[in-house]
């Protein structure tokens, strides 16, 4: 019963966005014409006139010196110098808990504590323009504000993934569970309306089945999403660009902290002889400020003696990102966290007449999902029915069905076509800034963009619809594979979408992995976390909530931490 949908039956704001989206004329596949701005007139807008609008710089140095030089030159450090720098992160990392389980230990992705290597991690920060970051931040509340908002819409996240329904299994799971929260919707606004308009006395005649839906309906109110948009600068154009909006699993929130931490501490250290400046490197509070928004919907589900759940793959070697949070949830709010697979919650989980999720005996308030997003993630039946029970109680689901849905790749394209963001937002300038960092994105079903593909791939990537990194498809596979689509038939198109490809800036920097610093030609995708809590008609959180930067070696097209393609960063704004 009731994922974030639920609340749309009976919230006279949400109705009213839900039933003009539902009336609004779908609008047909995007064009060419989607993004000229990036993509196809490559007009560079004046960096310098920017950056001159910009606020003054701390530090003392002028903004000027500041564009023209790059921000230090790596190659200007000896090895000596570098392995102190290198040794120094070394200790802060383990000292700190910026760590992650050793794969060449069997019991590391199990046992805390057992077998632990430092974060991979860029040894200095990435330098990055401070208007873009400003323009990364400012758009972070109405992200989060607009899955809020289509997360309510059922009907679009339906006919929107129609298609893909057929193509992808994976995806076609995720929406039978939404279809039955949708369905279980509908009795509820049902008994609603026997409750507001009939008589108290239809209450009392209710079955306990319809009972159940009926508590549950009432505790969907709240919704929590921890967010994470992520973006690349591309460098013909000076556009920040979306590559995704991750809605489920936001990684990193625990340890990215850490990364900024201690970049902030190394150029406490060794600034003047880089010549940089720790004042630079925003300050980063994302585990605290997800632990807090979970804190609070805990709060709002009002069981004291209710835990947060984790939800975790058998085997997660990035466990102490997760247990970050979970400490913070301790020792600052006192709210004690279990950790389950889907398996177990299947085995040790059922759901009260109330609604109550109970799991190993104990209440459930939140669940975290830290697993679930991945086809990988549901070997059997019992992940499954698992994924459902949680679900139908009446837990706070991070994310919900209905929000998991909301970030697929096959929405953010629906999103990015004309006319769609007016559906779901009121304010034409917030309209006009999320428009304004999307990237070029299409359906496999637009032939004018198949042959431009096919005739310049590198230029494109195709998406799946799938999370956790690995899955693109870039370069000349793109061409094969479209040619390959092109000559099976239409069905599977639904399966991809395709994205311009984004260029960021390369540059040398450190990057440090299993204690030893390379010197590689990389690039950048800053990712922007983002908190939203709302219980009915009250938004409790709707705020930015720390960052990530994540940096690759420029031949590597995913990017990825814990799938081996990434380090992790933090930027240094200039
Ligand atoms: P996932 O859900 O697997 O993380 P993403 O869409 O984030 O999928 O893609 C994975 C990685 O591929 C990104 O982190 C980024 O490094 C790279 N990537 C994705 N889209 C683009 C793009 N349009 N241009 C350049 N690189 C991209
Ligand atoms: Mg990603």
């Known amino acids: ?36 701005r990036s993509f196809l007139s490559h007009s560079p807008r004046n960096l310098s006139t920017q950056l001159r609008n910009q606020a003054p710089l701390r530090c003392g140095r002028s903004l000027e010196m500041e564009s023209q030089k790059p921000m230090f030159d790596v190659e200007k450090f000896d090895d000596e110098f570098v392995q102190k720098l290198v040794y120094d992160a070394l200790v802060w990392s383990s000292l700190h808990g910026l760590v992650v389980g050793d794969k060449t230990y069997q019991k590391s992705g199990k046992v805390p504590g057992v077998g632990m290597m430092h974060a991979p991690i860029a040894l200095l920060p990435t330098p990055f323009p401070e208007i873009y970051w400003k323009q990364a931040c400012e758009v972070a509340p109405i992200f989060n504000e607009l899955v809020d908002r289509v997360s309510l819409d059922g009907k679009f996240i339906q006919d929107s993934l129609s298609r893909t329904k057929k193509a992808d299994i994976f995806t076609s799971r995720l929406l039978d569970i939404h279809s039955k929260m949708l369905e279980s919707n509908k009795t509820e606004v049902f008994l609603l309306y026997l409750l507001v308009h009939v008589n108290l006395h239809s209450l009392v005649t209710m079955s ?101 759940m984790v939800v975790v793959q058998p085997e997660e070697r990035n466990m102490y990102d997760q247990h970050w949070q979970s400490s913070v949830l301790r020792e600052k709010h006192n709210i004690v966290t279990i950790r389950k697979t889907l398996a177990e919650v299947e085995n040790e989980g059922r759901v009260q007449e109330d609604g109550t999720l109970i799991v190993g005996g104990q209440a459930v308030a939140v669940v975290y999902f830290r697993s679930g997003y991945s086809p990988t993630d549901y070997p059997s039946e019992s992940e499954w029915n698992a994924r459902l029970l949680i679900e139908q109680s009446s837990a706070v689901k991070c994310p919900s069905i209905a929000y998991h849905l ?7 394209q629906e999103l990015a076509k004309p006319g769609v963001l007016e559906r779901f937002l009121d304010n034409k300038e917030d309209i006009a800034k999320l428009r304004k960092c999307f990237a070029g994105l299409w359906s496999l079903d637009d032939p004018e963009i198949i042959k431009k593909a096919i005739e310049k791939p590198e230029l494109f990537v195709m998406k799946p619809q799938r999370e956790g990194g690995g899955n693109n498809i870039y370069g000349d596979d793109v061409k094969e594979n479209l040619l390959r689509l092109q ?46 809590l709302r219980n009915k008609e009250r938004v409790i959180i709707n705020e930015q909530s720390g960052y990530l930067m994540r940096t690759k070696v420029s031949s590597s097209n995913e990017g990825g931490v814990a799938a081996g393609f990434a380090v992790l960063d933090s930027i240094y704004l200039n």
Not at 233 to 251: A, F, G, H, P, V
Not at 406 to 412: A, D, E, L, N, V
Request: proline share 3%.
């Open 406 to 412: 909301t970030g697929t790749k096959k929405i953010q």
């Open 208 to 308: 306990w089945f319809s009972f159940i839906h009926f508590a549950c309906l009432c505790s969907q109110d709240i919704r929590l999403g921890l967010h994470r948009s992520d973006y690349m600068l591309d460098e013909e154009t000076k556009s920040l660009l979306q590559i995704e909006m991750n809605t489920i699993s936001s990684s990193f929130s625990g340890l990215g902290r850490l990364v900024s931490e201690l970049h902030q501490s190394l150029l406490r250290s060794y600034g003047d002889h880089l010549g940089l400046c720790s004042e630079r490197v925003p300050r980063n509070a994302s585990t605290s400020q997800f632990a807090d928004a979970m804190a609070k919907a805990w709060l709002e589900y009002n069981n004291p003696r209710a835990v947060v």
């Open 1 to 36: 019963m009731g994922s974030g949908c639920s609340s749309l039956s009976y919230s006279s704001s949400t109705f009213i966005v839900t039933a003009s989206s539902i009336s609004s004329p779908s609008s047909s596949s995007s064009s060419l014409k989607l993004n000229p």
């Open 487 to 532: 000559k099976e038939g239409e069905e599977e198109n639904a399966a991809y979408t395709l994205m311009q490809r984004i260029f960021p800036k390369v540059s040398n920097m450190f990057l440090v992995r299993e204690g030893v610093y390379h010197k590689d030609q990389a690039i950048s995708e800053l990712g922007i976390y983002g908190a939203y």
